[in-house]
């Protein structure tokens, strides 16, 4: 059996979320304390080669493209989430803690959604988990009591009886009432189980729904957009045909497919340009075959060659040069 743990609850996980940000709050107060410069700065003092407003004279610190976010000026835009105060404060800090204070709330920020993303997809995952064994339990708790209504069906006594044996019939009559309300109730019993075994299904499918629109919306967002999704839903459902994918697994595809799809129609799109490249070059080529060819300037055709040769091997020839004689005659044979 699987066992599922227990929701920890909302306090809990703000908790947990508290002592992370407060984590790393600490280690953001331990790397500006921990610069070379921070004791003059604390003691009012400006190291070499800063001006007053702490910005570098000869040139400000470039943002490592990861937090710091820069306005058209040149200066760190305060976190969002911050307040107007908070804001003011972070204007008046130097432009090096300014930039520490944005990376970090930038790598903070990526860290939380990147464990609350997994939090979440291992929630899911145990949900659907736990869905699809409440299923097949309601499954097989519904086979068991239809086998069991079915051994229930305990006819009505021969009416005969009521002359022949009175006695019999009685008890034989308290038998089927008895056996007829238990099969009454097994047959409840089995449509609820069966109603909760199409909950449990109707529940894991919505689950999984949700999943892989997040999943989309993450990775392959244009494919949920109400513009570009029909376009690609084709695309992506002609490439997947091709594949072998039937009509009814085209309607139950998941994120998994999806982008394996994406990324097989991608392929199919190089392929068919590589093929439409190759089909343009052997149309030059097959139009080049049947162009007469071009004799070079100051050259002699093929046709001229030879003849010049053969006359140059019948003077041979007379003078005496067997071997001129033999291409001679070999050129009528």
């Known amino acids: 059996m699987i066992m599922i743990e227990p929701d920890m609850g909302g306090d809990t996980v703000a908790r947990t979320l508290e002592d992370r940000f407060a984590a790393f709050g600490e280690e953001t107060d331990d790397a ?22 702490g910005e570098s004279e000869s040139s400000a610190p470039e943002a490592d493209g990861e937090g710091a976010a820069a306005a058209d000026d040149g200066s760190i835009v305060p976190p969002v989430s911050w307040t107007s105060a908070e804001k003011a404060e972070f204007a008046r800090l130097p432009r090096a803690v300014q930039e520490t204070l944005s990376r970090r709330e930038a790598e903070r920020e990526r860290f939380v959604q990147a464990k609350s993303h997994e939090a979440q997809t291992a ?51 308290e038998l089927h009432r008895h056996y007829a309300a238990q099969r009454a109730h097994a047959q409840q019993l089995l449509a609820e189980a069966r109603q909760q075994a199409v909950f449990a299904q109707q529940e894991m499918t919505a689950r999984e729904q949700e999943e892989t629109r997040a999943v989309l919306a993450a990775a392959f967002p244009e494919y949920l957009d109400a513009t570009s999704g029909p376009k690609l839903r084709q695309e992506l459902g002609s490439t997947a045909l091709e594949l072998g994918y039937s009509t009814e697994q085209l309607a139950q595809v998941d994120h998994v497919d999806i982008l394996a799809m994406r990324k097989a129609n991608e392929w199919r799109q190089d392929a068919l340009k590589y093929r439409a490249l190759m089909a343009n070059r052997m149309e030059t080529v097959r139009a080049a075959r049947g162009m007469p060819r071009v004799s070079r300037p100051g050259t002699a055709g093929r046709g001229a060659a030879d003849s010049q040769r053969y006359a140059q091997d019948r003077q041979k020839m007379r003078d005496g040069d067997k071997d001129a004689a033999v291409r001679t005659f070999a050129r009528f044979l």
Request: charged letters at 35%.
């Open 123 to 173: 929630r899911s995952a145990v949900e659907r988990e736990a869905l699809a064994t409440i299923r097949e339990l309601q499954g097989r708790y519904a086979d068991h009591l239809e086998h069991f209504e079915a051994q229930l069906a305990v006819p009505e006594p021969d009416p005969r009886l009521i002359a022949e044996d009175p006695e019999l019939y009685a008890g034989q009559l």
């Open 32 to 53: 500006v304390a921990e610069r070379p410069d921070s004791g003059a700065r604390r003691a009012g003092e400006e190291p070499d080669g800063t001006s007053p407003a």
